[in-house]
C-alpha cells in the first residue's frame, strides 16, 4: 500500500492528484505545522511525503520511516534535511527550484526599496496620526538609482535580482563561490573579493543558500567593513547572519538599516531586539509568497511524488 504524508494543508486539486497514487494522510492546518510526533507516527507506513521548511529531516525521521522512497521539499531550500542521511537511506530528496526565482527575486526589491524609502515608518507615522504638516526632510530615505549594489550569491535568485535593477541605473557588484562570465556580461555586473563587496556597496543583498561556507558570512567583522548608511537586505537564509551583530551594527551606526525576510528562529521571537529598532524591516518569510508561484511548488512537489513513485525519477531532485 502506498501512502502519502502531507505536513500541511494544501488544496483539494493537489489532493486528488496524490490520491491517484496511494492513500493521502494531511494535516488540515495551512499556518500551523504537524506536531513532530504526530508526523513522526504518521510517517511509520509512509512511502512519501510532502514537508515545508518547518519539518527537520533527521535521524529520527528517517529511522521512524522505513518505506520512505521520497520526500518533497516545498522550497528551493533544503537546509532543513540531512541529505548525507538521505543518501544513507536512499530517499530522494526533490526541492522547488525554478518556479520561484522571479518572484522571490520581487519581493527582493520590494524589501530593499521598502527599507530605502522607509515605507514602514512612513505608513506607522500616517497610522498614528502624526502627519501634522510637509517637511523638506521628513522621512527622507536613500535613492536607489545611482547607489552601487552589492549581491552575495549569483544562483538563480541573485541573477534574476540583478536582472531588475537594469533598469534603476545602479552599479552591481557580485560576490559568489564561483565567477558567472555570462551574467557579468549579460547583467552588466562586476565580480569582486566579498571584502570589496562590503566595502564598495550602497546596498548588500544576500541571497545565497545556507551552506557550512555561508553559515555566519555577516558578523560583527562584515558589518563593521560596510559603509555606515548601506542597507543591508537577507532574502537567503537566517542562519547566514550573526542576528546580534545585526542589531549592534544597527544601533551603533555602523549600517543604515536592513531588511530581512528569514531569520535564524522561525516565526520570530517577539522579544527580538530587531523588532524595536525603526531602520530595520522584518517580513514572515514570504519571499515567494505569491499565489501564482505557491501553486507553481506544490505542483511541482506533487510531480516529483509521481515521478519518483511512478517511474523512481523525479522532476527536480536534489544531488547532495
Ligand atoms: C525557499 O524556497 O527556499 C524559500 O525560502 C521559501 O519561500
Same mark, same amino acid.
Given at each position: 500500500?502506498?501512502?502519502?504524508?502531507?505536513?500541511?494543508?494544501?488544496?483539494?486539486?493537489?489532493?486528488?492528484?496524490?490520491?491517484?497514487?496511494?492513500?493521502?494522510?494531511?494535516?488540515?492546518?495551512?499556518?500551523?505545522?504537524?506536531?513532530?510526533?504526530?508526523?513522526?507516527?504518521?510517517? /511509520?507506513?509512509?512511502?512519501?511525503?510532502?514537508?515545508?521548511?518547518?519539518?527537520? *529531516?533527521?535521524?529520527?525521521?528517517?529511522?521512524?520511516?522505513?518505506? !520512505?522512497?521520497?520526500?518533497?521539499?516545498?522550497?528551493?531550500?533544503? @537546509?532543513?534535511?540531512?541529505?548525507?542521511?538521505?543518501?544513507?537511506?536512499? #530517499?530522494? *530528496?526533490?526541492?522547488?527550484? @525554478? #518556479?520561484?526565482?522571479?518572484?522571490?527575486?520581487?519581493?527582493?526589491?520590494?524589501? !530593499?526599496?521598502?527599507?530605502?524609502?522607509?515605507?514602514?515608518?512612513?505608513?506607522?507615522?500616517?497610522?498614528?496620526?502624526?502627519?501634522?504638516?510637509?517637511?523638506?526632510?521628513?522621512?527622507?530615505? /536613500?535613492?536607489?538609482?545611482?547607489?552601487?549594489?552589492? *549581491?552575495?550569491?549569483?544562483?538563480?535568485?541573485? /541573477?534574476?535580482?540583478?536582472?531588475?535593477?537594469?533598469?534603476?541605473?545602479? $552599479? #552591481?557588484?557580485?560576490?559568489?563561490?564561483?565567477?558567472?562570465?555570462?551574467?557579468?556580461?549579460?547583467?552588466?555586473?562586476?565580480?569582486?573579493?566579498?571584502? $570589496?563587496?562590503?566595502?564598495?556597496?550602497?546596498? #548588500?543583498?544576500?541571497?545565497?543558500?545556507?551552506?557550512?561556507?555561508?553559515? +555566519?558570512?555577516?558578523?560583527?567583522?562584515?558589518?563593521?567593513?560596510?559603509?555606515?548608511?548601506?542597507?543591508?537586505?537577507?532574502?537567503?537564509?537566517?542562519?547566514?547572519? +550573526?542576528?546580534?551583530?545585526?542589531?549592534?551594527? !544597527?544601533?551603533?551606526?555602523?549600517?543604515?538599516?536592513?531588511?530581512? @525576510?528569514?531569520?535564524?528562529?522561525?516565526?520570530?521571537?517577539?522579544?527580538?531586539?530587531?523588532?524595536?529598532?525603526?531602520?530595520?524591516?522584518?517580513?514572515?518569510?514570504?519571499?515567494?509568497?505569491?499565489?501564482?508561484?505557491?501553486? +507553481?511548488?506544490?505542483? !511541482?512537489?506533487?510531480?516529483? *511524488?509521481?515521478?519518483?513513485?511512478?517511474?523512481?525519477?523525479?522532476?527536480?531532485?536534489?544531488?547532495?
Amino acid at each position: 500500500m502506498t501512502k502519502i504524508v502531507v505536513s500541511r494543508q494544501i488544496p483539494k486539486d493537489y489532493i486528488r492528484q496524490l490520491e491517484q497514487l496511494g492513500e493521502v494522510v494531511m494535516w488540515e492546518e495551512s499556518y500551523e505545522p504537524m506536531p513532530r510526533k504526530h508526523f513522526l507516527q504518521e510517517l /511509520k507506513e509512509a512511502t512519501a511525503c510532502f514537508i515545508t521548511l518547518s519539518e527537520r *529531516i533527521d535521524q529520527e525521521v528517517f529511522e521512524a520511516a522505513p518505506h !520512505l522512497q521520497v520526500i518533497a521539499n516545498m522550497a528551493v531550500g533544503y @537546509d532543513n534535511i540531512d541529505l548525507d542521511l538521505a543518501r544513507q537511506y536512499g #530517499v530522494t *530528496i526533490t526541492n522547488t527550484p @525554478d #518556479v520561484l526565482t522571479e518572484t522571490t527575486a520581487e519581493l527582493g526589491l520590494t524589501l !530593499l526599496l521598502t527599507v530605502a524609502r522607509r515605507v514602514v515608518e512612513a505608513e506607522r507615522y500616517v497610522q498614528n496620526g502624526e502627519w501634522q504638516s510637509w517637511g523638506p526632510y521628513l522621512l527622507a530615505g /536613500k535613492d536607489l538609482h545611482g547607489s552601487t549594489v552589492g *549581491i552575495f550569491g549569483m544562483g538563480a535568485i541573485g /541573477k534574476a535580482f540583478a536582472r531588475r535593477l537594469q533598469g534603476f541605473n545602479t $552599479t #552591481v557588484l557580485y560576490h559568489n563561490r564561483s565567477r558567472h562570465d555570462e551574467a557579468e556580461a549579460e547583467l552588466n555586473e562586476q565580480y569582486v573579493d566579498f571584502d $570589496t563587496l562590503l566595502t564598495e556597496s550602497d546596498f #548588500v543583498v544576500c541571497t545565497a543558500p545556507l551552506t557550512d561556507a555561508t553559515r +555566519d558570512q555577516f558578523d560583527a567583522t562584515a558589518f563593521s567593513k560596510m559603509k555606515n548608511e548601506a542597507v543591508f537586505i537577507n532574502i537567503g537564509r537566517g542562519a547566514i547572519v +550573526d542576528e546580534d551583530a545585526l542589531v549592534k551594527a !544597527l544601533k551603533d551606526g555602523e549600517i543604515g538599516g536592513c531588511g530581512l @525576510d528569514v531569520l535564524r528562529q522561525e516565526p520570530i521571537d517577539m522579544n527580538h531586539p530587531i523588532l524595536e529598532l525603526p531602520q530595520a524591516v522584518v517580513l514572515p518569510h514570504i519571499g515567494s509568497a505569491s499565489e501564482q508561484t505557491r501553486n +507553481d511548488m506544490i505542483q !511541482l512537489c506533487v510531480d516529483n *511524488i509521481r515521478g519518483v513513485l511512478n517511474e523512481g525519477q523525479a522532476v527536480t531532485e536534489v544531488k547532495a
